[in-house]
């Protein structure tokens, strides 16, 4: 059997029978990345001694009778967690020596549950890019073409699970940065809602490790199959112990429903700013028709669809509004003088980015007050509908980009093109207003790319996109091998 393409759902019973030991599977793990990372470098940073010796801890805690949720699996985490005695830089190389004295929060619940964490994959640099490669550690490739991106932030850890390099992974979502990176590889990605999972320790360096209230990211898993998901997300949800009752300790209701044919699903694949490309559209409509076979309800329109064009707007500009906070006083000046020039009647993404970059903390407020009044429209939203089901980007994986002007680059979407961070209005279409959003794959491209799409689902019903990906896994299939 080979162990290294098995779920965690699946090694997790087979451990608890005896037919494997955690130290065959973290050795099989480890044989793996030796034998074809050399190709990938999706695993930038390896602990296999470490792996090793936990691995044998939890053979003897098994053997003493423990069962922990993730007691001897296999995986890996993005390299932006904190792991103690590991370095975390982010990919910037001035912080190459950078090693953090502790776990961040969430290692130390993957460790809690007993998995054995092989290493840290790769990253962009700071994590501000829709693919992984830094001077640090080089290029990610994708698994399916080597010669694409595995796409980013969470770049690394897709590649690593569509490789076969541990059963599990954690990553980080800002834009799109765990479903983006799902959707090019073929993978399952989760993006929680915002504040359900501790964020303490997935910290840029050298910023000491503190609780955070984050306005846009979240961290969550990815994996081979859904199910593996829901698994990995009841380690991670909660807290941070540090600030224990302050938000967000309600336990997590469960998916409206348990049957297929019971969804009202919204499903949508045209936006405003930007076009769709044919293997998305493909696979949108593979998702809906497997809804109307499995006798879901589906709708193409709905009157209560927050505006779509405004969304991306607002997005765009509370995405960049934190870019530029550290940025020398001249350079910020010279950005404050060409937003200044702009127009009342561009309402281009170009010049959101640009207006979101010198907000003023009033404009910030004023904006935060229209995202209000977007969660409120979500909110009516799902009292008619359960899930919407979109694109994540509007293309599969394209190929490594490297140029270091990154307004300068284009996204090709069938023979046009686009800027390329206009790709991130489908990633931000949850983000935004802090929902769920699950990346599952729904087939593959002419060229024989993995393509997905994401289910958003209400906001702290995290549960309903993940069983709708369940049963969507079950009507045309998951995960499949690159070959």
């Known amino acids: 059997m080979e162990w290294n393409s098995r779920s965690a759902g699946e090694l997790a019973v087979a451990l608890r029978a005896g037919e494997v030991s955690s130290a065959e599977l973290t050795d099989a793990a480890i044989a793996g990345i030796e034998r074809d990372?050399?190709?990938?470098?999706?695993?930038?940073?390896?602990?296999?001694?470490?792996?090793?010796?936990?691995a044998r801890r939890a053979d003897h805690a098994r053997a003493r009778g423990e069962d922990r949720p993730l007691l001897g699996i296999p995986l890996t985490v993005k390299e932006s967690y904190n792991v103690a005695g590991l370095p975390t830089t982010w990919g910037m190389p001035q912080f190459r020596d950078f090693m953090?004295?502790?776990?961040?929060?969430?290692?130390?619940?993957?460790?809690?549950?007993?998995a054995v964490v092989l290493g840290k994959t790769n990253v962009p640099f700071g994590l501000q890019d829709v693919q992984s490669f830094n001077e640090i550690h080089g290029t990610t490739n994708n698994p399916w073409d080597h010669s694409r991106t595995s796409g980013g932030s969470s770049g690394g850890s897709a590649a690593a699970l569509a490789s076969g390099f541990g059963a599990l992974s954690i990553g980080s979502d800002l834009a799109g940065s765990l479903r983006t990176p799902a959707h090019f590889c073929g993978v399952y990605a989760h993006k929680p809602t915002l504040g359900l999972t501790a964020m303490r320790g997935m910290t840029p360096p050298p910023a000491p490790a503190l609780p955070t209230e984050s306005d846009l990211a979240v961290v969550g898993p990815m994996a081979r199959t859904a199910r593996d998901l829901t698994l990995l997300l009841d380690v991670m949800a909660g807290p941070d112990p540090l600030t224990l009752?302050?938000?967000?300790?309600?336990?997590?209701?469960?998916?409206?429903?348990?049957?297929?044919?019971?969804?009202?699903?919204?499903?949508?694949?045209?936006?405003?700013?930007?076009?769709?490309?044919?293997?998305v559209r493909a696979a949108i409509t593979r998702v809906a028709d497997a809804l109307v076979s499995g006798g879901a309800r589906i709708e193409r329109h709905s009157p209560l669809l927050p505006d779509l064009a405004e969304a991306a707007a607002l997005y765009t500009q509370l995405l960049f509004s934190g870019s530029t906070a550290r940025f020398p006083i001249d350079s910020y000046e010279q950005l404050r003088t060409?937003?200044?020039?702009?127009?009342?009647?561009?309402?281009?993404?170009?010049?959101?980015?640009?207006?979101?970059?010198?907000?003023?903390?009033?404009?910030?407020?004023?904006?935060?007050?229209?995202?209000?009044?977007?969660?409120?429209?979500?909110?009516?939203?799902?009292?008619?509908?359960?899930?919407?089901?979109?694109?994540?980007?509007?293309?599969?994986?394209?190929?490594?980009?490297?140029d270091p002007d990154l307004l300068a680059r284009r996204?090709?979407?069938?023979?046009?093109?686009?800027?390329?961070?206009?790709?991130?209005?489908?990633?931000?279409?949850?983000?935004?207003?802090?929902?769920?959003?699950?990346?599952i794959p729904a087939g593959q491209s002419a060229e024989g790319l993995p393509v997905g799409v994401q289910l958003i689902g209400p906001m702290f019903e995290d549960r309903t996109p993940l069983r709708l990906a369940e049963l969507l896994e079950r009507q045309i299939g998951g995960f499949r091998a690159p070959v």
């Not at 990372?37 to 936990?54: L, M, S």
């Not at 953090?100 to 619940?109: G, N």
């Not at 300790?249 to 936006?271: A, C, K, Q, S």
């Open 245 to 279: 009752g302050v938000a967000y300790t309600m336990t997590l209701p469960p998916p409206r429903h348990e049957r297929l044919g019971d969804f009202r699903v919204l499903v949508l694949e045209e936006h405003p700013f930007i076009a769709t490309g044919a293997a």
């Open 100 to 114: 953090p004295a502790e776990d961040a929060v969430q290692v130390s619940r993957l460790r809690s549950a007993g």
């Open 338 to 402: 060409r937003a200044a020039c702009l127009g009342s009647e561009d309402q281009s993404l170009d010049a959101a980015r640009l207006r979101g970059m010198v907000l003023s903390h009033r404009d910030w407020i004023e904006l935060n007050n229209r995202r209000e009044i977007h969660r409120q429209g979500w909110r009516q939203l799902f009292g008619e509908f359960d899930a919407v089901v979109c694109p994540v980007t509007p293309t599969p994986a394209f190929p490594h980009d490297h």
């Open 37 to 54: 990372d050399k190709a990938i470098n999706a695993i930038c940073v390896r602990d296999f001694e470490h792996a090793r010796v936990a």
């Open 411 to 439: 996204l090709d979407i069938d023979g046009t093109d686009y800027p390329y961070f206009d790709q991130l209005v489908w990633a931000g279409l949850a983000t935004m207003p802090g929902l769920p959003a699950t990346a």
